[in-house]
């Protein structure tokens, strides 16, 4: 993988849809399951996507961003990237790293923390200069969020979402990773069609006692 290690089979299965549909110009939700892969290597497979699919639109940014809840889940992202792929140019964007232009490494990773203080910057008619919000300012070639929550508001093209708990609390904790990957199928990118279609037949069906139709078993 990019002069480091290599993945083994199973690994090298999983990198296949992700990278047909990146090539593909299209978003991908990527939730653990039987395989557990929640503890088995999202981390090393989604950087094998990152070397695999390197084809960047004209006039976007070739960047890929990481965001996660805090610094040590970005601290383990760095060690695995520097192990597997050690020829990628990977930016820790915090402390003395935000000087640098997060826009030329080819990963760049940040905390949510970080990514909601330049969304404030972003949204604030008073703030007019755009080095206190650039991750606002480009169109990104991927990013890939390692939580259930990401701001809406960044340009993409390609979105991955790594959790292996999609709906810890209840069937609403979809609806950021639906939104943020743009699921326009039935406009489920769109708060109240998603409570129409999903959460209120649920909630009905189990307040009800009445037998969960397979559509929503997996998801009990």
């Known amino acids: 993988m990019y002069s480091g290690c290599t993945t ?14 990146g090539m593909a110009d299209m978003f991908f939700l990527w939730v653990s399951d039987e395989d557990c892969l929640s503890v088995l290597g999202k981390t090393v497979t989604t950087a094998a996507v990152i070397c695999t699919n390197r084809t960047v639109q004209s006039g976007m940014c070739p960047t890929t961003l990481v965001i996660a809840p805090n610094i040590g889940i970005l601290q383990h992202w760095l060690a695995e990237l520097k192990r597997f792929a050690p020829k990628l140019d990977v930016l820790l964007y915090h402390g003395q790293g935000k000087r640098q232009d997060p826009g030329l490494p080819d990963v760049t990773l940040l905390t949510l923390s970080e990514l909601r203080n330049q969304y404030t910057a972003y949204r604030d008619e008073n703030v ?42 209840s069937l609403r904790d979809l609806f950021p990773l639906l939104k943020f990957i743009d699921v326009k199928t039935q406009g489920l990118n769109n708060r109240a069609s998603f409570d129409t279609l999903v959460t209120n037949p649920y909630c009905y069906i189990h307040a009800t006692s009445q037998s969960l139709p397979s559509t929503f078993r997996s998801l009990r």
Do not use: M
């Open 128 to 169: 007019v200069d755009q080095q206190n919000f650039p991750l606002y300012t480009k169109k990104w070639h991927r990013i890939v969020i390692v939580s259930a929550k990401a701001s809406w508001a960044l340009k993409k093209s390609h979105a991955l979402c790594l959790t292996g708990t999609p709906a810890q609390n």
């Open 8 to 21: 083994v089979e199973w690994q090298a299965i999983r990198l296949f849809w992700p990278t047909i549909w």
